[in-house]
């Protein structure tokens, strides 16, 4: 299970899975797309299937496939993989801010968030890590977080 995002057409979800990928056998996996409109009321999207291998062997390993739900496409999901050596070492942050702009008007205070980034073999940027919205707070202090390296 990923974490959800909310109110967002073109989630990019930050959470990675590690799965062992074994050349010589098919390795089927399923993706399911939920939307969650609250407590107890939610929908599926659609499903994707397909697998590892045919992930692996995408082009720059990103496999692009339809959301499908009663053969209706429901839309496109992007599937990044890598290769994970064997030996891992995590780093561990804890981040804060002071003094940041508010960005909501004059009656409101932002919320602010962050992203952390790394890139990608094909100079692109993909999420490893999104943090909470500190709900109104222009000097947040963010929960601690661990991500590979």
């Not at 959470?15 to 939307?35: G, L, M, N, S, W």
């Not at 692009?64 to 496409?73: A, C, E, M, P």
């Not at 290769?83 to 909501?104: I, M």
């Not at 990608?120 to 909470?132: I, K, M, Q, R």
């Amino acid at each position: 299970m990923t974490e959800k995002i909310q109110d967002n057409l073109n989630p990019n979800f930050a959470t990675t899975f590690k799965i062992e990928y074994r050349f010589e056998v098919k390795q089927p996996i399923r993706f399911e797309v939920i939307d969650i409109d609250g407590p107890n009321k939610w929908e599926l999207c659609g499903h994707v299937h397909t697998t590892i291998g045919d992930i692996v062997g995408s082009k720059n390993s990103t496999g692009i496939f339809d959301i499908k739900n009663k053969n209706k496409v429901n839309g496109k999901l992007i599937v990044r993989t890598e290769r994970v050596n064997a030996t891992e070492t995590h780093a561990a942050f804890q981040l804060s801010a002071r003094k940041l702009r508010n960005k909501n008007g004059w009656f409101s205070t932002s919320s602010p968030y962050f992203k952390f980034t790394r890139m990608t073999g094909d100079a692109g940027n993909v999420v490893v890590y999104e943090s909470e919205a500190i709900k109104k707070n222009l000097n947040p202090d963010w929960s601690r977080f661990e991500i590979s390296v």
